[in-house]
Structures are given as C-alpha cells and as structure tokens.
C-alpha cells in the first residue's frame, strides 16, 4: 500500500498530492517537490555530451509486483484526462480518481 500518490504534470508541477497519515502531509509535499527539482536538474543536462545523456536514467521508480496499483492509477488517471470537462493542466478534482487513490493508501486505525 502507498502512503503518498502524486501525479505529475509534464510541465513538472505537481496536478494531485495525497498522503496518509495527514500529519506528515508537509514532509510528502517536500518530498514530492525535491523528486521534481532532481528531475528537472537531469531534464536540464541534456545539452551535454552522449556520455552525461545516459545519466538521465533515474532507475526503477517503482518495485516490479506494483505494477497493478500503477496500472490501476494510470487507468484512472486516464479517465480524467479523458473527461472533456476538464482542463489539462489543471488540479484533478475527480471523486472518482480520489476514491481509486483512497483505496491504494495505507488504512490507519
């Protein structure tokens, strides 16, 4: 299970964050915002020679036997995207995407 989901636009800027439990909701968002700042510093080094451009690789970003929470997040998302009511590059504000987020976090209590 997930203790934070956050989907990304691909201008870089985070379109949906949510994490539980909420009282480390700040330490996510940082985390979430550092990711993006690495990731921008390796977009950004593309200018350099062959050699530095295979450093662009970030590695495995999720383990193997998740694939079907991913899966079933990338079909959801999807979904959103999809909907012609909504504007790409806005926040997503689905109940529907939200309850498919609810159901891959982490339950406390």
Same mark, same amino acid.
């Given at each position: ?9 691909? /201008? ?6 949510? !994490?539980?439990?909420? @009282?480390? #909701? +700040? ?6 915002? =550092? ?5 921008? /510093? ?6 350099? !020679?062959?050699?530095? @451009?295979? #450093? +662009? ?6 383990? =193997? ?45």
């Amino acid at each position: 299970m997930a203790v934070c989901i956050a989907v990304i636009a691909k /201008e870089n800027y985070p379109l949906y964050i949510r !994490s539980v439990p909420t @009282q480390n #909701e +700040l330490k996510f968002h940082y985390t979430v915002h =550092t990711s993006l700042d690495v990731v921008e /510093e390796k977009i950004s080094a593309v200018g350099k !020679s062959l050699g530095d @451009q295979r #450093e +662009l690789y970030l590695g495995l970003l999720y383990p =193997t036997e998740d694939y079907k929470m991913f899966r079933k997040l990338h079909n959801s998302f999807t979904d959103v995207m999809c909907n012609p009511f909504h504007n790409p590059g806005d926040t997503i504000q689905s109940k529907a995407f939200d309850g498919i987020v609810s159901g891959m976090m982490v339950q406390t209590g």
